[in-house]
């Protein structure tokens, strides 16, 4: 895929870019999405009976197991291109912000360093009752485990329906869409609020919308660029293309006015 010239000339010129990621992104490292038909978590399972507070309350041991398969799946899995590029991309800008959706902290494990977990990380647990983390626990045979403190149920620490975000994560990933030149928004099907809200406080503060998705999304149309390919394919190449424009401008930073 060709990078198109004017995104280039407006990565060169920006001074903040922000990223928000979706599943689509660890596709490539063999993690499920949510929504592809026949392959995607919710067309095979029902988000209704696993990942609900009162899903957990009605058969806590089927949620339990559920998200041990999915930790086990995300602990075999690597990190892809895409997650490669984007903890480069994180280098190139004086102001950089990474906001996923996803639990399987892939970002991290490439390298990203400024990660904002709007819906929490599948590798930490918490206490169902206290909602404290749990670093370790008695193996009792009980499913699902029992909190050490309370006794209570322990729970994956992931936001589920029904369930507040993250007050802080939300707020930093609010600001970082609104004080950004470019907002890429990547292998999401911007479907779920409020993470799905952030594209248009991008649009709305006058930042340059790049969507990247094989698929059409309800935000395609109003992107700046819309380059509908594999993340782990358009990602690498966007970085290579941006490598080769810093080298022949001898830039180490990019830096310029906001367009
Ligand atoms: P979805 O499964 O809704 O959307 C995945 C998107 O990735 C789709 O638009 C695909 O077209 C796209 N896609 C697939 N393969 C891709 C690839 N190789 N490169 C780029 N894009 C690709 O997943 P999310 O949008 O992340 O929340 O879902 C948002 C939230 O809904 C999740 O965080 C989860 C889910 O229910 C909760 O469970 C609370």
């Not at 978590?41 to 957990?56: D, I, Y």
């Not at 647990?125 to 009980?142: A, H």
């Not at 699902?144 to 993250?166: H, I, S, Y």
Request: glycine fraction near 6%; aromatic fraction near 8%; proline fraction near 8%.
């Amino acid at each position: 895929m060709t990078i198109p010239a004017e995104l280039l000339q407006r990565l060169a010129a920006a001074k903040s870019v922000t990223v928000l990621t979706g599943a689509g992104v660890s596709a490539e490292s063999g993690v499920p999405t949510f929504r592809d038909a026949q392959t995607g978590l919710w067309a095979k399972f029902s988000p209704e009976e696993l990942a609900t507070p009162r899903a957990f309350r009605r058969n806590p041991r089927l949620v339990w197991e559920w998200y041990e398969w999915r930790r086990k799946l995300v602990a075999e899995a690597r990190p892809n291109p895409a997650h490669l590029a984007l903890a480069e991309m994180e280098k190139f800008f004086p102001r950089f912000h990474l906001i996923t959706q996803n639990v399987d902290g892939l970002h991290q494990r490439a390298g990203s360093r400024r990660v904002i977990e709007l819906h929490g990380n599948i590798m930490r647990t918490k206490c169902f009752d206290e909602g404290t983390l749990v670093s370790s626990w008695e193996d009792t045979g009980d499913v699902p485990p029992k909190c050490p403190a309370c006794g209570g149920w322990l729970r994956p620490d992931v936001v589920w329906f029904e369930e507040p975000m993250p007050e802080a994560e939300m707020e930093q990933a609010a600001t970082a869409s609104a004080t950004c030149d470019v907002f890429f928004s990547i292998g999401t099907s911007t479907v779920v609020y409020p993470a799905a809200a952030l594209p248009s406080e991008a649009l709305r503060s006058g930042a340059a919308l790049v969507e990247i998705n094989p698929q059409p999304t309800p935000f395609t149309a109003q992107a700046h660029f819309a380059l509908a390919g594999a993340a782990g394919v358009v990602l690498p190449e966007l970085m290579m293309a941006l490598n080769a424009l810093r080298r022949s401008r001898r830039v180490t930073t990019f830096d310029g006015p906001r367009p």
